[in-house]
């Protein structure tokens, strides 16, 4: 990567601040310098050539915001009168939202900059059509009155130069220049300086000036202002990260529709990122295709969904379903429990045998013509033929409804063929078939409709059900574990999570269920097979991107091998593509966490950090609660979030201590609402929320208790502890798990 060239920002410079004179504006400041307008600025320039240069940005952004300002008027003049034109109430409904809803996100994060960055191409042949043309790169496309482009959106195809462009492939660009930005909230972001990579010609380029200076280890591979973005305290929601994706990423998100890709992520490389970049440029790409097939978001717990709800809409998607797996298949309210052992066999993949093999029990085979009467006439069907229907519509491995339902096709089909010898029959006279008494009777008895819910409901409430069924796939005690205590109709039924899932299975064999065109499961390492089932049923034709990392598995089901999890999800064939590199989690707080890997039986490669920034600090303490109310004070002395993360059993003594301090705090499920006010900074949550979120200080108390409390605790407390993103203090009175004690 080339050494960037760093311009100074004008706060950087008191004593030459950027005053613009009267020479220095345009006949027309609305009017934007055209891509051919190149500044050809060097050391030689001088600081006036700075100054000079950042005017011209400035001019450039005036132009850039009229441009926006018109779009909004436009967007609600057609949101006002658009439902009025419409010819049908119908249409006037859907054409309404549809102008509202652009609208919308035209006016949302005002204080977003505008564009993030500028390719400034050479005139060599390596140029193509862009050969001396310049760009601004943004989160969306903004033309001016005329249609000319004044910001690209950043996944258009020209846009993937300003990310895989490097010094040794410079795809024609000449200069790539990042802009440096103040936001502050309902304001307009403020334009402070810009930092230059020259990737022709020699190598030439300024020292950075101002402001703390990376270290040498980050600052040959990330320029300032990408490290500054990277490291920037966050309270609230997780933000986009289009002005900071790095190549390697870039390269994930821009796959194709029609690809699926397994992503295993270290902690801080950006793969829930990664994912929700991919959905956005997917139907940025691909529109047409994903408006009627749809995308959809899972996340493992809504904790995470609220964490990651603003980076879709910050890019102009509003249309992406974001949703748990658990809420995906809510057909009933959950009102029951089961045991842990019994939460194990039910999301064991054999139970998908076992309902297969209850449901298709159900099947008779014919022992007895069928005879209909039509008028004077009466037709009948032979029990050979009968028979043969059955075998050959159940060879054909269809939904069981849709069989129910193509046998009553075919078996009209015979009837006609009969009819035909003395008259052509009509439509009506085939509807009048399917729906008459002698073919309804013989489908009943030979292939009974099935509700999802009463199958599972015979399977778990009738012991002679349930054996027939498990007979060789479950065990004794496997059966008797998951039986509920007496027979139950579906209506009545407590149906716990567990139970859901197998109604949903159910539902799969009786039915499609709807698809999406493509589906971002995240945390997927998590997923028992029976989970990956019910997605893969929902993506048979389209395509996934699985995020997750085995290090950070944590339930009884985990997989331990991404082989294994992607035949589940339906998708054998899917890459396995690492991402190693680090950019949110410092390394000292890594370094720290990978000595958790020798542990934790699984084969994934090492992180490394580009960050040597972060602070850790471990300490033995004799009174937990008021170590942690004192590590919280100093914590709130710095900017950012902080989070306290204990089990659930030390939580509630962490929370009362702070309460009782002075100290205000957020529960789990109501952080990362967006709050930038010291109430919502603090934020306590028990171990086994923390997956998927970050903070920028992270209290974590007593580390053996996490990996106690859980059959899997220590690649718990792996998650934990790489929750930080800045800062990591470890209160303990206990000794530290073996692998931290080094």
């Known amino acids: 990567m080339a050494s960037p060239d760093t311009r100074p920002l004008a706060h950087e410079r008191p004593e030459n601040h950027y005053r613009p004179e009267k020479h220095d504006q345009p006949e027309n400041h609305h009017q934007p310098e055209r891509p051919d307008d190149h500044h050809q600025l060097d050391r030689a320039d001088g600081l006036g050539g700075l100054d000079q240069e950042l005017a011209s940005e400035h001019r450039y952004l005036s132009a850039a915001r009229a441009a926006l300002d018109h779009l909004i008027q436009t967007a609600r003049m057609r949101a006002a009168t658009g439902a009025d034109i419409a010819g049908d109430g119908y249409t006037a409904e859907t054409l309404g939202r549809m102008l509202r809803g652009q609208a919308k996100v035209l006016t949302e994060e005002p204080g977003s900059p505008l564009y993030f960055g500028r390719l400034d191409f050479g005139t060599g042949p390596e140029a193509g059509d862009h050969g001396g043309q310049r760009y601004y790169i943004g989160r969306r496309h903004l033309a001016d009155q005329a249609g000319t482009p004044l910001v690209l959106d950043w996944r258009a195809p020209v846009s993937r130069v300003f990310y895989q462009a490097s010094r040794t492939d410079s795809q024609g660009v000449r200069v790539r220049r990042r802009f440096g930005w103040t936001t502050r909230r309902n304001r307009p972001a403020e334009l402070t300086g810009f930092e230059d990579e020259h990737l022709t010609g020699p190598d030439e380029h300024l020292p950075p000036t101002g402001g703390q200076q990376p270290g040498p280890d980050v600052a040959s591979e990330l320029s300032r202002l990408v490290q500054a973005e990277i490291e920037r305290p966050r309270v609230g929601p997780m933000r986009d990260i289009v002005a900071t994706i790095q190549p390697e990423q870039d390269r994930l998100v821009r796959a194709g529709l029609d690809e699926s ?113 039509d008028g004077s006439f009466r037709w009948r069907v032979s029990t050979e033929t009968l028979r043969r229907l059955v075998a050959e519509i159940r060879d054909e491995e269809l939904p069981y409804g849709l069989g129910r339902e193509r046998l009553r096709a075919r078996t009209v089909a015979m009837l006609q063929r009969h009819a035909e010898t003395r008259d052509t029959p009509g439509a009506a006279w085939v509807r009048r078939m399917s729906r008459c008494r002698p073919v309804t009777a013989f489908l009943d008895a030979v292939w009974p409709a099935v509700r999802p819910e009463d199958l599972v409901a015979s399977v778990l409430g009738d012991p002679a059900v349930l054996a027939r069924a498990a007979d060789g796939v479950l065990s004794v005690d496997e059966q008797a574990t998951i039986r509920w205590r007496r027979p139950v109709k579906a209506r009545s039924a407590a149906w716990t999570s567990a139970d859901l899932l197998l109604v949903d299975e159910a539902a799969g064999l009786v039915e499609r269920p709807e698809g999406f065109g493509h589906i971002v499961v995240d945390e997927a390492q998590d997923l028992s097979p029976m989970q990956c089932r019910a997605i893969a049923r929902r993506n048979e034709h389209g395509s996934l991107t ?73 300490e033995r303490v004799a009174d937990l609660p008021a170590a942690t109310v004192a590590t919280v004070r ?45 109430v919502g900074r603090v934020t306590v949550l028990p171990a086994g929320l923390a997956k998927g979120l970050e903070y920028d200080h992270v209290v974590v108390v007593e580390p053996a208790d996490i990996v106690a409390a859980e059959p899997r605790g220590a690649h718990r407390l792996y998650v934990v502890l790489t929750r930080a993103v800045s800062r990591l203090d470890i209160l303990h009175s206990r000794d530290l798990p073996a692998p931290l004690e080094r």
């Open 261 to 373: 890709l397994c992503v295993q992520g270290a902690p801080g490389t950006g793969k829930t990122a990664v994912g929700l970049h991919r959905a956005a440029y997917l139907l940025y790409t691909y529109q047409q295709r994903l408006d009627r097939a749809g995308v959809l978001v899972l996340g493992p717990n809504t904790a995470f969904l609220r964490y990651v709800s603003g980076v879709l809409p910050a890019l102009g998607e509003v249309d992406i379903r974001q949703s748990t797996l658990e809420d995906l298949l809510a057909r009933h309210p959950v009102r029951g429990e089961d045991s842990t052992a019994a939460v194990a066999v039910k999301h064991d993949v054999r139970m998908a045998t076992v309902l297969r093999r209850a449901l298709y029990a159900h099947l008779v085979e014919p022992t007895e013509p069928l005879t209909v009467p």
């Open 546 to 618: 699985v995020l997750g990392d085995l290090a950070q598995a944590t339930t009884p089901w985990a997989a331990r091998t991404w082989a294994e999890q992607l035949v589940h999800l339906g998708k054998p064939n899917a890459p396995v593509l690492p991402l190693t590199t680090g950019f949110r989690v410092p390394a000292a707080v890594l370094d720290l966490a990978n000595r958790l890997l020798a542990v934790l039986d699984v084969d994934v490669p090492r992180a490394r950090s580009l960050r040597s920034d972060g602070q850790l600090h471990v």
């Open 634 to 678: 100093s914590a709130l002395r710095q900017p950012g979030s902080v989070a306290v993360i204990a089990t659930d059993r030390e939580l509630p003594r962490l929370a009362e201590a702070l309460r009782s301090a002075g100290i205000a705090t957020t529960a789990a499920d109501t952080a990362a609402t967006g709050r930038t006010d010291a």
